[in-house]
């Protein structure tokens, strides 16, 4: 049984940071692609980062050069370093993994992920 728990949300103000993490067990981070997701009250879910199986990566663009993505083999564990939130970045963050090798070819699409965790609540205050 693959589990994906994450850890790590918070309330923050508007410039500050927090670090995402996902600890994986059942599954390997060395397996295929991992992700993060994010919902917000009354919006779909959406992309926001993903990482290949050989450590390639891939943002949307509200994140790029703020949040990085990052996987610990030795522990198992998938990580999102955001920094200079905003409060646009609210919401409920979930960990995704993939058997697929690649996930880029689907975006930041869910189609490859059949794992998920339970989520993770990031709350930006301005």
């Known amino acids: 049984v693959v589990q994906l728990v994450e850890s790590g949300g918070g309330s923050v103000q508007a410039g500050g940071s927090l670090r995402l993490s996902c600890a994986a067990a059942?599954?390997?981070?060395?397996?295929?692609?991992m992700a993060w997701f994010r919902q917000a009250p009354g919006k779909d879910r959406e992309g926001v980062a993903i990482?290949?199986?050989?450590?390639?990566?891939l943002y949307a663009d509200s994140v790029k050069g703020r949040f990085t993505i990052s996987k610990d083999n030795a522990v198992n564990n998938l990580v999102l370093q955001m920094n200079s939130l905003s409060p646009e970045d609210t919401g409920m963050y979930y960990c995704?993994?993939?058997?697929?090798?690649?996930?880029?070819?689907?975006?930041?699409?869910?189609?490859?992920?059949?794992?998920w965790g339970q989520g993770t609540q990031v709350t930006v205050s301005s």
């Open positions: 059942g599954y390997t981070t060395t397996t295929g692609c």
């Open positions: 990482i290949e199986r050989a450590g390639g990566s």
């Open positions: 995704a993994a993939s058997n697929w090798w690649s996930c880029s070819g689907s975006g930041l699409g869910t189609d490859p992920y059949i794992y």
